[in-house]
Structures are given as structure tokens and as C-alpha cells.
């Protein structure tokens, strides 16, 4: 146990809130779990409106019963993770909450884990650890881990993209697969290949950059140069997947929404032995001409009934950017610029 928990309930006739103290067996940890001046437990307050009062490796935590035991279980998560090694900030702070709130909600998410002790979906490579920071980022890494073929379907921020990459960094160290393709369709508002200076590498490179951001966080970087140099990370354009079979690889398409149907026909049906294969997109970004009808909200109609695909959908609260960035999507929603539904 990360900590030791003693939890009291308020007397016959006071108001219904409980008291659960929390000691922790390092010093260090603890410290490290509060934050600079006592921030992360500020947050805490903030978003489960509870009352934290620490004293050395004590923390005390009063508030409504179902508030005080999701803080419970998001501080005894955060422990853990320090205790392995990892570092935390707001980012992982606001994950913890999301996650603890989560299991309490009813929702059709079977990977979630059972009420008690709080275990999050993680991605691990030799550089870095990654934690589920929400519900729908849980349900996608336990996909990612069983399934050979899922769409992770949202708006932008919700990490979709870059657990995909570091998912199939994971499988490529560990040996699982032999190397990883990445690709995206070459259609973005405004601009068009043709006009960018250099070969096919540096036209394609620009709307690639969030999945090479995504390697290098997750490999040494010369190890993702070598890689790229020997063709076991590929980096290529949707068009020059034609007439492939993609065998033993992590196969990555982002942007999803901006392929065509022949092209989202052409591209999954790529997948060879020992492969898996991941497709990312946001149908309320479509950049594709007028009239021309997204790839992406084809196949998820048309392979809805195929067993072995997984779909996971991300929301706004999910967003683990910024907090504005959640609150720039909802606005967007409601003046209803969402783009189309799926």
C-alpha cells in the first residue's frame, strides 16, 4: 500500500462529510506529492471542492464522502507513480482527479478498473512513462494493447495522436514488431505539397511534425535518426502506401479525417501479419475539397459491426492540453463550427 488510510465519518446529526487521513511511508514522496507550496494539493480543492490539510507525510482530507474518496484514490495513484520514479505536475494532477471521478461515473468503459484501489493504463519505454489522464485515454491504451486494428476518434488535445506513437515505440523496443510506419494524408487547408520547397522527405516533413515531436519523446534521439535512417521508422505520405503489404510493423495513419474513401479503403486494408495498425482523427477538422466525403466518417459506419475493430471516442473532457484548449472546443461546439457528427 502506498499509504495508509484511516478514514472516519462525522457523528449522528452533523453534516454528511467524512475524514480520511493518509499517511505516507516517505517523506520525500509526500513532499513531492503536495507540490511547491502545497499547489497540487490546491488543485485537489479546486476541482473536488474538499479541504487537505498536510503535516509532514500526514494528510488529512475532509469533504462530501464520494468527493473525499476520489481524492483518496487520486492521491494513492499519484503516489504510486512517484514511487516508481515518475515526476508529476498539474497535468498529471488533473489526470488523476479525471480518473478517480471516472470510476465512479457509470459509464460503458469495461477496461476500467473496479472501485478500490485506482490502476492506470500506462505506455513504458526506456525513456519515458506515460499514465492514462482520463477515462476514454484508459479504454484507448488497454485497446491499443489487445486489438489490432482501432480508431482513436476526438478533438484536438486529447492525446490520441501521441499515444498511438508511443504506443508503437513500446512495441518496437520491446521487439514486438520490426518498425513503425507513420503517414498522413497530404491535404491541409490552404496549402498543397507542390508549393513546399525540397524532396518528397522534407514536402511530407511539416505535416508530420506531431508524430516525429511524439517519437523523440519517447526514444533518444539518435536512436529515432538511426532508426529513420534505416528505414525501421518510415515516415510517408498516404499515397505511397498503394500496392503495400504492411506485415510485422505499427502502422500509424493520423489526420484520418482527411482521406478519402478509396484512399481510407486502400490504406486499411494494407494490414499484414503480425501487424497493428492505429488511425487517428478528428472529424470536425475535415479539410478535404467541397463534396468530397471523409474516409474517416465513412469506416466508422461502414466497419461498426466488425468484430476485432475497436473505436474509441474522446470528448472535450478529455483534453489534456491546456484547460482553455477543452474550453475552446465546447465554444466551438455550441456555435455549432463542430463540423460533422459521428
Request: hydrophobic share 40%; net charge neutral; glycine share 8%.
Amino acid at each position: 500500500m502506498t499509504a495508509k488510510a484511516d478514514v472516519k465519518t462525522s457523528p449522528a446529526g452533523a453534516s454528511d462529510m467524512a475524514h480520511i487521513v493518509l499517511t505516507f511511508d516517505n517523506n520525500r514522496f509526500a513532499s513531492a506529492l503536495y507540490g511547491q507550496f502545497d499547489e497540487n494539493l490546491a488543485r485537489f480543492e479546486q476541482k473536488l471542492g474538499v479541504d487537505l490539510r498536510s503535516k509532514g507525510n500526514q494528510l488529512s482530507i475532509r469533504g462530501e464522502p464520494t468527493a473525499a474518496e476520489q481524492a483518496r484514490r487520486a492521491l494513492d495513484q499519484l503516489y504510486g507513480m512517484l514511487q516508481k520514479g515518475a515526476e508529476i505536475g498539474q497535468s498529471d494532477v488533473d489526470g488523476a482527479i479525471r480518473m478517480a471521478m471516472a470510476t465512479d461515473d457509470q459509464l460503458s468503459l469495461p477496461t476500467l478498473e473496479k472501485k478500490g484501489r485506482m490502476s492506470a493504463a500506462q505506455i513504458s519505454t526506456r525513456k519515458k512513462t506515460i499514465y492514462a489522464r482520463s477515462a476514454n485515454q484508459d479504454a484507448y491504451m488497454r485497446a491499443l494493447e489487445r486489438s489490432e486494428l482501432v480508431f482513436g476518434i476526438g478533438p484536438a488535445g486529447t492525446g490520441k495522436t501521441y499515444l498511438a506513437v508511443a504506443h508503437a515505440a513500446m512495441l518496437l523496443e520491446r521487439g514486438l514488431v520490426e518498425r513503425i510506419i507513420l503517414s498522413r494524408p497530404a491535404v491541409e487547408a490552404g496549402e498543397r505539397l507542390g508549393f513546399l520547397p525540397g524532396d518528397m522527405k522534407e514536402k511530407v516533413d511539416p505535416y508530420l511534425r506531431p508524430l516525429y515531436d511524439a517519437l523523440y519523446d519517447m526514444m533518444p534521439a539518435d536512436k529515432v535518426e538511426r532508426a529513420i535512417a534505416a528505414e525501421v521508422i518510415e515516415i510517408a505520405p498516404l499515397a505511397f502506401m498503394r500496392g503495400r503489404t504492411l506485415a510485422h510493423s505499427a502502422v500509424i495513419l493520423d489526420e484520418a479525417q482527411n482521406t478519402t474513401q478509396m484512399q481510407m479503403k486502400m490504406f486499411l486494408t494494407r494490414l499484414g501479419e503480425n501487424s497493428r495498425m492505429i488511425v487517428t482523427g478528428d472529424p470536425s477538422q475535415i479539410d478535404l475539397p467541397p463534396h468530397t466525403k471523409s474516409g474517416l466518417v465513412e469506416a466508422l459506419k461502414v466497419l461498426d459491426d466488425v468484430p476485432g475493430i475497436v473505436k474509441v471516442r474522446f470528448e472535450d473532457k478529455d483534453v489534456v492540453r491546456h484547460p482553455l484548449v477543452a474550453e475552446i472546443v465546447r465554444a466551438y461546439d455550441r456555435a455549432g463550427n463542430g463540423g460533422p457528427a459521428v
